[in-house]
């Protein structure tokens, strides 16, 4: 059978570089990183201080009352990114399309706000009754969820929850319902608020987080930075975007997922290596078709350097050609949110044709000797891009990109 | 006292990792012993509950036997 080609006409962002995509994708341009001290409230006892969180979020200026209170922030989020990228797209659900259109949304954890509040009350506070939205709140399908309910969308709806992949398998997942005829568009992303005092409290216990912010590829790197945010991107056939006068942003043209099968949080080359070879055998592209990688790049030690030594085996000669960044040294590492933020990256990255900036870049490594455009987007022709997603638990999911020219 | 730290350490891991404890020497590094990043978290978060002290991350990336963990440890109650 032959491939339908499939391509994203919207895309939606929020993220404490913007609250929409034109403002996210302006900090990036300028290399403008939404990495600050974090709530104090929250911080007092952890000790890391810095965080990419939204500060002064107000839900109630994006939606009403009665629909944002069976909403935790993850979700609230997700909606916000959907209903953006679905105005951008220009694209109207309605029972001819409605039940050959997809939603699927990926997170960690989902309504963790709700779940952590609810243990307050029950635990510290001793109360014998917790809020009855707890549930709806607090489920991780219930971004997916909501999104169908706005827009009465009847087609396959699942959540995906592969930590910080969790995004890009769920765009990986949608591309190909769309591309294998099983749908004919989706809205695909993901959403994460991880920002409370125990969750915050298990990332100081395993030690992965910088105490001042993240470096990816530098030197002196010291570890990543937690951020929250939503990215949605509208994707449909060819074919159906083009009928309908679309403004198209990029190509989806591979993906590529693959397991370490080793260590639950060190990671491992050949299991990434695997992911883009076979993202790049999906787009039937060959290595020197690529010329930017956005990566995985946490700006931890273990990630950084294994990363790169992957793109050189893969790529070879031509690794000294394509450039490769980290943008989660700007919005920080949004975890099953993050690969959305940097799959509309990557998107506005091809639209544009400028290399987004790996942010706080201080001193080359030699393990990780690569052109990481350091500090400063940089304009030039990309032709085709891979967006890299190496989570916690050995899984990765890498997606492939082409420019979208008529 | 870097003794008695050491002893908590050899107690810990042939008790939680069921290592032998005649295995377990100052010069013992966690990899030759079987344990891999995580392990070593788990021993100073351990430590760290036992001896009321904090050991930052900077440190913790230098620690690679057990030797320094206790040393570790030490500088820390020093501080």
Redesign the interface.
């Given at each position: 059978m032959k491939h339908r080609r499939v391509v994203i006409t919207g895309t939606g962002i929020v993220s404490a570089i913007g609250m929409n995509t034109q403002a996210f994708w302006k900090n990036i341009v300028e290399c403008r990183s939404g990495i600050d001290v974090y709530d104090p409230t929250l911080s007092d006892q952890i000790r890391f201080k810095h965080g990419a969180d939204i500060k002064g979020f107000d839900a109630s200026a994006f939606m009403e009352k009665n629909e944002l209170d069976l909403m935790d922030r993850f979700a609230q989020f997700a909606v916000i990114a959907g209903n953006e990228a679905v105005a951008a797209a220009g694209i109207v659900f309605n029972e001819d399309n409605s039940n050959r259109s997809a939603v699927i949304c990926g997170s960690s954890i989902g309504g963790i706000h709700a779940q952590e509040n609810a243990y307050v009350e029950l635990y510290r506070e001793s109360k014998s009754r917790i809020h009855p939205f707890t549930i709806p709140r607090t489920m991780p399908n219930s971004a997916a969820s909501n999104i169908s309910m706005q827009l009465g969308i009847t087609g396959p709806v699942y959540t995906i929850s592969t930590a910080c992949a969790s995004s890009n398998h769920a765009i990986g997942n949608a591309f190909w319902l769309i591309r294998n005829g099983i749908c004919d568009q989706a809205i695909a992303g993901g959403s994460e608020t991880p920002f409370t005092y125990a969750f915050l409290k298990a990332w100081e216990a395993i030690r992965v987080v910088a105490p001042d912010t993240c470096r990816p590829f530098s030197k002196n790197r010291q570890g990543m930075i937690i951020g929250e945010g939503a990215g949605m991107v509208v994707m449909e056939t060819l074919e159906n975007a083009q009928a309908r006068g679309a403004t198209i942003l990029s190509e989806l043209v591979g993906f590529g997922m693959t397991s370490d099968a080793s260590h639950i949080t060190k990671p491992n080359q050949k299991g990434a290596e695997h992911a883009m070879k076979l993202a790049l055998a999906d787009a039937n592209l060959a290595p020197d078709e690529i010329d930017y990688i956005s990566a995985h790049g946490t700006g931890t030690l273990a990630n950084d350097s294994m990363e790169v030594a992957a793109v050189r085996a893969i790529f070879g000669t031509h690794a000294n050609s394509l450039a490769i960044s980290s943008t989660k040294s700007l919005h920080g590492h949004a975890l099953g949110a993050t690969s959305a933020l940097e799959a509309v990256a990557t998107t506005m990255a091809l639209q544009h044709g400028i290399f987004p900036p790996t942010a706080n870049f201080e001193a080359a490594d030699e393990a990780c000797n690569i052109d990481v455009v350091p500090n400063a987007s940089r304009k030039g022709n990309i032709r085709h891009a891979l967006s890299n997603a190496f989570a916690f638990g050995g899984l990765n999911a890498v997606l492939a990109f082409k420019k979208w020219e008529e | 006292m870097t003794e008695i730290i050491f002893e908590k350490i050899a107690a810990l891991l042939s008790s939680k990792k069921e290592l032998n404890r005649e295995l377990i020497t100052v010069e013992s590094s966690f990899e030759a012993l079987g344990l891999?990043?995580?392990d070593s978290?788990e021993l100073i978060?351990d430590l760290e509950d036992e001896f009321n002290v904090?050991i930052?991350?900077?440190d913790?990336?230098r620690i690679k036997t057990i030797g320094q963990a206790a040393e570790g440890i030490k500088r820390a109650m020093d501080a």
């Open positions: - | 891999d990043s995580l978290i978060a904090t930052p991350n900077a913790l990336q």
